[in-house]
C-alpha cells in the first residue's frame, strides 16, 4: 500500500519569509496529491492539489510541485503571514479505486511575528 | 450550514460501553469516507461508501467497529465495547462523483474520549 513520509515535522519561520514543507510516496502510480490545512481544533481543509499530469501549480501565495521520477511533492508558501499558522498535510491516493488517500504526518507550521 | 455536519461533537463513555456518531455529508456527494485522527497525527482511514455500499475498510479496524450508510445519505459509526485506545477525534468526510479523485470536504469531527 501507499506510504507518505512528511517533514518537517515541525517549522517556525519569520514573518514575510517562505515556508517549505516535503512529501515523499512510495506507489510510482499514484496520481492526485493534495495538501490539507488543519487550523487548531478546525477541521482539515484543502488548500491545494496537484495532478500527475503537471509538474507545478500555484495559487497567489501557495505553489505545489510534483517530482514523480523522484516520487516527492512539496508545498511552498510565500510571504508568509500569521494566519498561515496551521497543521499542514499532505496525501496521496491509498489505491487506484479512487476512494481513501493516505495522509502524512503532519507539519505544524509558526509564524514569528 | 450545507457543509458536512456531525453528530455528537464530544462525547465522554465508560470503557465497554458502545457509542454511535453520525455524520450528515454534503447533500449531493455520493461518496463518504470515516477517518481517526490522534493529537500530532494525521488522519487515518478508517472506511469507504459511494452511496450506501461500504466498498473498502482498513485491515487496521478492528471487529468492533461498523459503519453503516443504509439509504445512500447519511452514516453512522458505532463503536462496541470501547476501549481508552479508542479515544481519538472521529472525521467524516464527503466528496462529489467523478473520475479520478475529487476534493474531500470535513466535519467538524466527533472528538471521543473513554475513561
Known sequence: GENVEQHPST???????????????????????PWYKQELGKRPQLIIDIRSNVGEKKDQRIAVTLNKTAKHFSL??????????????????GDSSAS???????????IRP | DTGVSQNPRHKITKRGQNVTFRCDP???????YWYRQTLGQGPEFLTYFQNEAQLEKSRLLSDRFSAERPKGSFSTLEIQRTEQG?????????????????EQF??????????
Open chain 2, 26 to 32: 454534503i447533500s449531493e456527494h455520493n461518496r463518504l
Open chain 1, 76 to 93: 511552498h508558501i510565500t510571504e508568509t503571514q500569521p494566519e498561515d499558522s496551521a497543521v499542514y498535510f499532505c496525501a496521496a491516493p
Open chain 1, 11 to 33: 517549522l517556525s519561520v519569520q514573518e514575510g519569509d517562505s515556508a517549505v514543507i516535503k512529501c515523499t510516496y512510495s506507489d510510482s502510480a499514484s496520481n492526485y496529491f
Open chain 1, 100 to 110: 481513501k488517500i493516505i495522509f502524512g504526518s503532519g507539519t505544524r507550521l509558526s
Open chain 2, 106 to 115: 470535513f466535519g467538524p469531527g466527533t472528538r471521543l474520549t473513554v475513561l
Open chain 2, 86 to 102: 479508542d479515544s481519538a477525534m472521529y472525521l467524516c468526510a464527503s466528496s462529489a462523483n467523478g473520475a479520478g479523485y475529487n
